[in-house]
């Protein structure tokens, strides 16, 4: 069950296509695996329709929901799928895949989780480079059965999907679908559940802080 969503202001920029497409990528593969976002966000397409007709060009923010929600039919059932014509996979991948990945995340890849350039970045981590540019960082992260990701922080916004497994991180649990979102304020450390690896997305921007003792004598040797 997924209990860790986006916030609305999220999904309002994605209804709104104002999101930069590094988070839109987020977010996408989220509502492909969470009903109840992928219908929050239809409803607040909804909402920015019936604003365009009424000749307001301006973006919809969360105070305009009350005014006009009366106007527009009821979502569409949470308990529907994604659209067939996004499941539609476009080349053939292998089964892992398809199990694993949401549709909006697999142009990213090629036909095989396996065959990806993954790389050892750390005790029990694997990540694979999907996209690197400027600041930001689009990478595939596997971490070990019960591994504990080292201590850090961020320079900016780390936005991170679960596509299996789990992990801890403090006193909050992250499962398939669940997405946390970090930033420079935080200091923390995830741990792999004990149950299996974790496959996760994560959408990082700026540089990544390891931090206590031994991190930050490693800080120097570390990039991205």
């Known amino acids: 069950m997924i209990t860790q969503h986006l916030s609305d202001d999220f999904l309002i920029e994605y209804a709104n296509g104002a999101l930069a ?104 981590l694997e990540e694979v480079s999907l996209l690197r540019e400027d600041d930001v960082r689009i990478s595939l992260l596997r971490i070990r059965v019960g591994q504990k990701v080292p201590s850090h922080t961020h320079g900016g916004e780390e936005f991170t999907l679960v596509l299996s497994g789990g992990y801890s991180d403090g006193d909050t649990h992250y499962g398939k679908g669940d997405v946390s979102v970090a930033d420079g304020e935080m200091d923390h450390a995830p741990v792999a559940d004990d149950d299996g690896p974790c496959l996760c997305l994560t959408v990082r921007r700026g540089s990544t802080r390891l931090t206590g003792p031994i991190g930050r004598f490693l800080n120097p040797m570390v990039r991205g």
């Open 21 to 124: 497409a590094p988070e839109s990528l987020v977010v996408g593969n989220h509502i492909a695996l969470c009903a109840e976002c992928r219908a929050r966000v239809e409803t607040f397409e909804d909402v920015s329709a019936v604003l365009l007709e009424d000749g307001n060009t301006e973006a919809i923010s969360a105070d305009a929901l009350d005014a006009v929600l009366s106007r527009i039919e009821s979502p569409a059932d949470i308990e529907s799928p994604a659209d067939e014509a996004d499941a539609e996979p476009r080349i053939q991948f292998d089964q892992a895949t398809l199990e694993l990945i949401p549709p909006p995340l697999r142009s990213y890849l090629g036909d095989s989780l396996s065959a990806l350039n993954w790389k050892r970045t750390g005790r029990g």
